[in-house]
């Protein structure tokens, strides 16, 4: 569960303003040890604004976690005027109430902040796309920007235009085409051996069902135990992306693995939970996938993601149809598929 931290004020005292996207008990259980800190309903939960205030919020919640708006990582206030910290804030807030993800919203408020820098103070209202056009061919000759890099950087300021000011604008001619190549995968031997090399049973748990289910890395670790469906021997998939729920079914062997972890590890919220009674981070997920790969020695490039395009080969030659696969692994990428090899 992400936390958004900005600068506010309190009784004309300046204080680290805390909020979470939804209401989750264990955050307001752990955001309550920390010294000076206290809830307002107006406000949220607020902080001293101390060093010792922000290292414990990255050792409860992780540093992946904490969300700084407009503060960079220290804690600080960035440099950008007060334009640009209204616009940023507001982009992010509108985000959050639209349910972007938090990923999501980490990469668009670090693009858009870029392009306020990169426009020098000039207002918003009046940017034309000849503006947007330059700072583009500006950022992508300096930074290297790949046609994908670009890509995100115009949704960023595209969703501020359109959906925080309100501008019906037209950004087609800014993106640039993707060129797809045929996405890696394992075969289904490699992929045996990859998952009977982790170490430990929670790995091992994780891992299969990252495959079996075709789970993003972000929803591996989101799934609480109220969203394993026993009698229908499926799982919930809440939030993934584009905010597409769904139910995906497990073989017999993924729940059998699964029911002998939850007898072991018995977690209390989370199916896969870090410290504090927390969600387990992405950092540790892959983690275990570094250290499976390195111990079963299959392609020392593996990644969760090429577990994810594995299974989706494999579900089609075995015979599945396209939109099965896409539907149990949540609006997969459609022009993707027909490039695997074989």
Same mark, same amino acid.
């Given at each position: 569960?992400?936390? *958004? ?32 800190? =206290?809830?307002?309903?107006? *406000?949220?939960?607020? #902080?001293?604004?101390?060093? /010792? ?17 407009? #503060? ?8 950008? /005027? ?29 693009? =858009? ?10 207002? #918003? ?6 503006? $947007? ?27 501020? =235009?359109? %959906?925080?000011?309100?501008? /019906? ?15 890696? $995968? ?5 992929? +045996?051996?990859?998952? +009977? ?5 929670? %790995? ?17 670790? @989101?799934?609480?135990?109220? /969203? #394993? ?7 919930? $998939? ?8 769904? =139910? ?13 972890? &939850?007898? !072991? ?10 410290? %504090? ?8 997920? !892959? ?7 390195? &111990? ?12 994810? @395009? ?22 997969? %990428? ?9």
């Amino acid at each position: 569960m992400p936390l *958004f931290v900005r600068r506010t004020s309190f009784e004309g005292k300046p204080k680290w303003q805390v909020r979470t996207a939804n209401y989750l008990q264990q955050v307001h259980r752990r955001l309550k040890i920390i010294p000076g800190a =206290f809830w307002k309903p107006k *406000f949220g939960w607020l #902080l001293p604004i101390q060093p /010792d205030s922000w290292t414990a919020l990255v050792d409860l919640f992780g540093q992946s976690e904490v969300i700084s708006l407009p #503060l960079d990582h220290t804690g600080s206030i960035s440099d950008s /005027d007060s334009q640009a910290e209204s616009a940023l804030s507001s982009l992010v807030e509108t985000l959050m109430r639209k349910n972007y993800s938090y990923k999501t919203i980490k990469v668009y408020a670090s693009y =858009f902040r870029a392009f306020l820098k990169g426009i020098n103070g000039k207002n #918003l209202p009046t940017v034309s796309k000849d503006d $947007i056009r330059a700072y583009l061919q500006r950022a992508a000759s300096e930074k290297k920007w790949s046609p994908a890099t670009q890509n995100q950087a115009v949704n960023a300021i595209r969703f501020y =235009f359109v %959906h925080v000011l309100g501008q /019906d604008r037209n950004f087609h001619d800014l993106r640039l085409p993707r060129y797809l190549t045929p996405p890696e $995968i394992l075969s289904e031997e490699e992929v +045996q051996q990859l998952l +009977q090399s982790a170490p430990k049973l929670k %790995h091992r748990a994780i891992l299969t069902l990252i495959y079996t289910a075709g789970l993003r890395l972000s929803e591996s670790v @989101n799934i609480r135990l109220d /969203d #394993l469906q026993w009698d229908q021997k499926c799982v919930f $998939i809440k939030g993934g992306r584009a905010r597409c729920d769904r =139910f995906v079914t497990l073989p017999a062997s993924t729940w059998s693995l699964l029911h002998h972890y &939850l007898r !072991q590890e018995k977690p209390q919220h989370w199916l896969f939970e870090g410290p %504090h009674e927390g969600p387990f981070s992405v950092r540790s997920v !892959q983690q275990i996938m570094t250290q499976a790969v390195s &111990l079963s020695r299959v392609n020392p490039h593996a990644t969760i993601q090429m577990l994810r @395009n594995s299974v989706a080969y494999h579900l089609l030659v075995r015979g599945n149809s396209l939109p099965a696969v896409k539907a149990a692994l949540g609006s997969f %990428h459609v022009p993707a598929i027909p490039l695997y090899p074989g």
